[in-house]
Every structure is written in structure tokens, then in C-alpha cells.
């Protein structure tokens, strides 16, 4: 049974801090996301990794990094959280197939509010 | 770019009525669909998916038919119970096969 799960179901910020959220996954999957949760405007992908170490940038990077130094753990870093950035926050796993795409388990979801 | 649209945002059926939700997707090379069910508050769960080797897929209630030509696929739900009630995301694999795109999503509501 796949688990991924997430460091806070909510949190809220201040404009400003520095703020992180963490990912971890028990299935030894190779690729690891994060996505931005808005009404209206489904899932939107922040970023990927698919190794330790690697990243790409999804669709909506722009205020965002993330860091993978271990394979099952994946955070993302809001370097000076805005209010802009109040929203659901999913993370997903998945494996790496060869030439196919993989079915992706979602985490439960940290929903931030920054005021 | 990659594109996948979602149809309709809302749908209101009663008890025992069907659900159809349609999905067209741009990238004629994307061969991997999941349908997620998002219940309030809580993650998105596969219910069921489809590979563009098959045009269709059954699961008890459910079932996922792909139009590869046309570049759609549909999501089918009869019988519908309350408990159906949540959010549906369709998805397609793209040129990156280790994402999906995702649609916006469709809320459906099941009234007794």
C-alpha cells in the first residue's frame, strides 16, 4: 500500500518567513511532485524530480524551490511567502517507467494561508 | 503547449442517474489516462485509468472509454450514489512521460 505523506495538514505564515513543506514517500518511487491546489484551476504543477538531487521546473515555479537529498523526501521552500501563495499544496509520487507514464499517489495535502 | 480540458466544471444528477464527464487532451503522443476522485478534504485517489492501447475499461460502476482520433476520453459513472458525490480530475500523460496534465476538474453532486 503506497504512502505518502505530508509534515502539515494546515499552516499558517506570515508574509515574508521563510517556509517549508515536506514530502515522504515508502514505495522506493523514483519521481516525486509537488502541486498548488486552486479552485477553478485544478492541479498545477510546481515542480518534479525524478532522482535525488534532480529537479525541473514545472508550470508555476516563479517563488518556489525544492530540495531532494534523499530519495523518499522531497520538500518545497517558499523563500519569502507572499499572500498569493495561500493555497492547497499536494504532494504526489510515482515510479519512473521506461517510455510510459506511471499512476501518481497523492499525499494528504497541507493547506497554507499566509497573511 | 500540452492541454487538457475538463467538462463540465459542475454536474448535478439524482440517485440512480448517470454521470458522464469528458476529457480532450492536445498531445496526440500522450497514451496514459487516470481519472482521480477527490472527495472534501481529503487526497486525490485513482479510480480508474486507461492506456491508448484500449478503448475502453470497466470497473463495477465505472468505466473510462478513449477516443484516440478525436483526442478524448470520458469518465462514466451509473448508478450513482451519494457517496459519488466529490471532485473528478481527468489526466493525460505528456510529451515528459513522467508527468500528466491534469484538468480543472468536475464537481459532482449525487442528491438522494
Known amino acids: 500500500d503506497v504512502k505518502v505523506t505530508q509534515s502539515s495538514r494546515y499552516l499558517v505564515k506570515r508574509t515574508g518567513e521563510k517556509v517549508f513543506l515536506e514530502c515522504v514517500q515508502d514505495?522506493?518511487?523514483?519521481?516525486m511532485f509537488w502541486y498548488r491546489q486552486d479552485p477553478g484551476l485544478g492541479l498545477r504543477l510546481i515542480y518534479f524530480s525524478y532522482d535525488v538531487k534532480m529537479k525541473e521546473k514545472g508550470d508555476i515555479p516563479e517563488g518556489y524551490s525544492v530540495s531532494r537529498e534523499k530519495k523518499e523526501r522531497f520538500s518545497l521552500i517558499l523563500e519569502s511567502a507572499s499572500t498569493n501563495q495561500t493555497s492547497m499544496y499536494l504532494c504526489?509520487?510515482?515510479?519512473?517507467?521506461?517510455?510510459?507514464?506511471?499512476?501518481?499517489?497523492f499525499g494528504p495535502g497541507t493547506r497554507l494561508t499566509v497573511l | 503547449g500540452e492541454n487538457v480540458e475538463q467538462h463540465p466544471s459542475t454536474l448535478s444528477v439524482q440517485e440512480g442517474d448517470s454521470a458522464v464527464i469528458k476529457c480532450t487532451y492536445s498531445d496526440s503522443a500522450s497514451n496514459y489516462f487516470p481519472w482521480y476522485k477527490q472527495e472534501l478534504g481529503k487526497r486525490p485517489q485513482l479510480i480508474i485509468d486507461i492506456r491508448s492501447n484500449v478503448g475502453e475499461k470497466k470497473d463495477q460502476r465505472i468505466a473510462v472509454t478513449l477516443n484516440k482520433t478525436a483526442k478524448h476520453f470520458s469518465l462514466h459513472i451509473t448508478e450513482t450514489q451519494p457517496e459519488d458525490s466529490a471532485v473528478y480530475f481527468c489526466a493525460a500523460s505528456g510529451l515528459d512521460t513522467d508527468k500528466l496534465i491534469f484538468g480543472t476538474g468536475t464537481r459532482l453532486q449525487v442528491f438522494p
Open positions: 504526489a509520487s510515482s515510479r519512473r517507467l521506461l517510455a510510459s507514464t506511471d499512476t501518481q499517489y
Open positions: 514505495m522506493d518511487h523514483e519521481n
